[in-house]
């Protein structure tokens, strides 16, 4: 089992521009969540799917984030015209569809915007 | 809305010796888990403790224990023989119990084990 695996490690982009992080959750969890680190912060959620389907994404901006969990591949957190605002680690965390204690996470993207 | 406290930014401890972070949460539930995860400069989220709500036993992970005081809505993190790898952030995180519900985290303790 190789685990929640995000891409890229690192991300940089100019301001202005897309920045697509990806998340492959574990076998057999479909729920996958993500998770923003603002620097010497802790983690803040941002959003929760489920295939195809947006739970709660209470945490996510208003504008220029969004997140999708498609039926066939991994999930994608999209954030349009980033800020330097933007600059955040990225975390993913996926879990089995049960009642379950916690969650499994990724390593993160690192997104640097310039 | 539930919210966790960590009041102490940076923690050290001799290698051998023992140390323990605190947490506070705040919440009007009843049933829930509460965690503590590790952050090594490596940034990779583990998971070092859980424990039920529900239970009054304190759960144990090898060097790893945690005093939960339900009452006092108190969760700290033990550390016993602490070694050099321990060096992390530390950070304590709360999640109702109904599946798919969040971890809400503290903004957490830099802990460094000196040799």
């Known amino acids: 089992n190789a685990g929640v695996m995000q891409n890229p490690r690192h991300l940089v982009r100019r301001r202005g521009q897309e920045a697509r992080l990806r998340c492959s959750p574990m076998?057999?969890?479909?729920?996958v969540y993500w998770y923003r680190q603002l620097p010497e912060e802790g983690l803040k959620f941002m959003v929760y799917?489920?295939?195809?389907?947006?739970?709660?994404e209470s945490g996510m901006p208003k504008e220029r984030f969004s997140a999708e969990f498609p039926k066939e591949g991994p999930s994608i957190l999209r954030i349009q015209q980033v800020v330097r605002g933007d600059s955040a680690a990225y975390f993913c965390?996926?879990?089995?569809?049960?009642?379950?204690?916690?969650?499994?996470f990724g390593s993160g993207t690192r997104l640097t915007v310039v | 809305a539930q919210t966790v406290t960590q009041s102490q930014p940076e923690m050290s401890v001799q290698e051998a010796e023992t140390v323990t972070l605190s947490c506070t949460y705040d919440t009007s539930e009843n049933n829930y888990y509460l965690f503590w995860y590790k952050q090594p400069p490596s940034r990779q989220m583990i998971l070092v403790i859980r424990?039920?709500?529900?239970?009054?036993q304190n759960a144990t992970e090898n060097r790893f224990s945690v005093n939960f005081q339900k009452a006092a809505k108190s969760f700290s993190l033990k550390i016993s023989d602490s070694q050099l790898g321990d060096t992390a952030m530390y950070f304590c995180?709360?999640?109702?119990?109904?599946?798919?519900?969040?971890?809400?985290f503290g903004e957490g303790t830099q802990l460094t084990v000196n040799p």
């Open positions: 965390a996926s879990s089995p569809p049960i009642r379950i204690y916690g969650y499994t």
């Open positions: 799917l489920q295939k195809e389907n947006i739970i709660d």
């Open positions: 995180a709360f999640k109702l119990s109904a599946s798919g519900s969040r971890l809400t």
């Open positions: 076998k057999g969890h479909s729920h």
């Open positions: 424990q039920e709500a529900y239970k009054q």
